[in-house]
């Protein structure tokens, strides 16, 4: 069965930038013509979606963060990954990666999250 | 952007209890609308997707229903498990919203 598994490193500097990955097993992404997708919760917030990339590379981001986060794919190493630049205190929050199949239109699969938190 | 808003933001019930959260698109988004549930350490949790289409495996007191603005979660028999956070979520286009969330409490 397909697993999703975030990894990240915990804590990020005020300005710096975020690199988070999600690595893919059981099956493989384009194999099974999915979408990746990123959603973060922030401390007492709802989720918010920040970004997809689907079997094809196509990228679609959430406007409100699109001028700072890039989402790519490493097919060869069944992975996917989320970088975000200039970085707040707002950014903390808990990130998760999620797989959306072809056949339906939400997140069927989701890791366990993330814990991202911007300090100095 | 399609705004997703969910009331109650929070409600208490008992085992047993029948509740109903509502999820409303600030504009027509057919029946791409998507029900997950979440639990503090977990990762959420598909429920209902396309409006009223159970995720396999999801227990069938779960039921949803909804089409173009209005959207309802329905739990007909409330069990011990199923206290906790549902969100809704629009997938109509980009950026997919998600509603505040709604956090079911035991009375």
């Known amino acids: 069965q397909l697993q999703l598994q975030e990894s990240g490193p915990g804590l990020v500097k005020p300005s710096e930038t975020l690199a988070l990955t999600c690595t893919v097993s059981?099956?493989?992404?384009?194999?099974?013509?999915?979408?990746g997708g990123w959603v973060r919760q922030s401390p007492g917030k709802g989720l918010e979606w920040i970004a997809n990339i689907d079997y094809i590379g196509h990228m679609y981001y959430n406007p409100s963060l699109q001028s700072r986060v890039t989402i790519s794919a490493d097919t060869s190493k069944n992975l996917f990954s989320l970088t975000m630049h200039s970085v707040t205190a707002a950014d903390t929050a808990m990130y998760y990666c999620a797989r959306r199949p072809f056949s339906i239109g939400a997140f069927d699969i989701w890791g366990r999250g993330t814990m991202v938190t911007v300090s100095s | 952007d399609i705004q997703m808003t969910q009331s109650p933001s929070s409600l208490s019930a008992s085992v047993g209890d029948r509740v109903t959260i509502t999820c409303r698109a600030s504009r027509n988004i057919n029946i791409y609308l998507n029900w997950y549930q979440h639990k503090s350490g977990q990762a959420p949790k598909l429920l209902i997707y396309n409006a009223f289409t159970l995720q396999p495996g999801v227990p069938g007191r779960f039921s949803g229903s909804g089409s173009g603005t209005e959207f309802t979660l329905t739990i007909s028999r409330l069990q011990p498990e199923d206290f906790a956070t549902y969100s809704c979520q629009q997938t109509y286009n980009t950026p997919e919203n998600f509603g505040q969330g709604t956090r079911l409490d035991i009375k």
């Open positions: 059981g099956a493989s992404l384009n194999g099974t013509y999915s979408t």
